[in-house]
């Protein structure tokens, strides 16, 4: 008799450790997926004021010239500047305006606009200037979601690695009075830092989850024992 009631404590106690397990496991993922989702939200959120933000001060009729000549005109200049002070001020990695390339197996990408900080400009200028071509930054299938993105009637959110590093990208086109779109207004967040703060978010509740499913694993132990040996006596 005694020793069926210490195979089944065993039994007992080996089922309930996999459940807290288990248990621990699931509301780890749930917590991941949850926090995951609710941060590239809020990300989008953002990205998306800001697009329309900069999408609002645009001049579409000049900047398709602009485009269309690779010239430069006096509100080419001022957007510049207008987009450069968000660069300054706002906390993103990159902020510009492109024009993907049209052949799906085509990686070049003509630079219409670059926002840069005033250090940036001073000290370290990209010389990407109006139509500069991009050929060796990007590869085809990274040029094809920019392409896929102009085909678009709504901002588009991907992540892509490229010679810049790795970001998640928000991208809205920008369409003439035909509703042809010519470019594309683009802002990238560096995706580490949404990498890091999911990380670290997780591995707190993760944490926390294993100290509350120990402390559940020994109480039960101990309301175990106590009623084992109240039983016995």
């Not at 990300?43 to 398709?64: H, S």
């Not at 500047?81 to 510009?96: G, W």
Request: include cysteine; proline fraction near 2%; hydrophobic fraction near 40%.
């Amino acid at each position: 008799m005694a020793k069926n009631n210490k195979s089944l404590k065993r039994s007992i106690t080996i089922g309930y450790a996999i459940f807290i397990a288990f248990l621990c496991l699931i509301l780890s993922l749930v917590t991941f997926y949850s926090h995951t989702q609710s941060l590239y939200s809020a990300y989008e959120e953002r990205m998306t004021d800001l697009l329309n933000y900069v999408y609002y001060y645009i001049d579409l009729e000049d900047l398709g010239e602009c485009c269309e000549t690779f010239e430069p005109s006096d509100k080419y200049w001022e957007l510049q500047d207008f987009m450069d002070r968000i660069t300054e001020t706002m906390d993103i990695h990159y902020l510009y305006i492109i024009i993907p390339p049209k052949d799906e197996d085509d990686a070049s990408i003509y630079n219409v606009l670059s926002a840069d900080t005033a250090y940036g400009r001073m000290y370290a200028p990209d010389g990407y200037y109006l139509g500069y071509l991009i050929e060796d930054m990007y590869t085809a299938d990274q040029a094809a979601k920019y392409r896929a993105a102009m085909s678009k009637n709504e901002i588009t959110f991907f992540e892509i690695e490229s010679g810049w590093g790795d970001d998640y990208s928000g991208c809205m086109p920008l369409k003439d009075a035909n509703g042809n779109a010519f470019a594309l207004l683009c802002v990238d967040i560096d995706v580490s830092k949404i990498h890091k703060m999911i990380n670290s978010y997780t591995f707190v509740n993760i944490i926390l989850i294993m100290v509350i499913g120990v402390v559940f694993a020994v109480v039960f132990l101990y309301i175990q024992r106590f009623f084992g040996n109240d039983i016995k006596d």
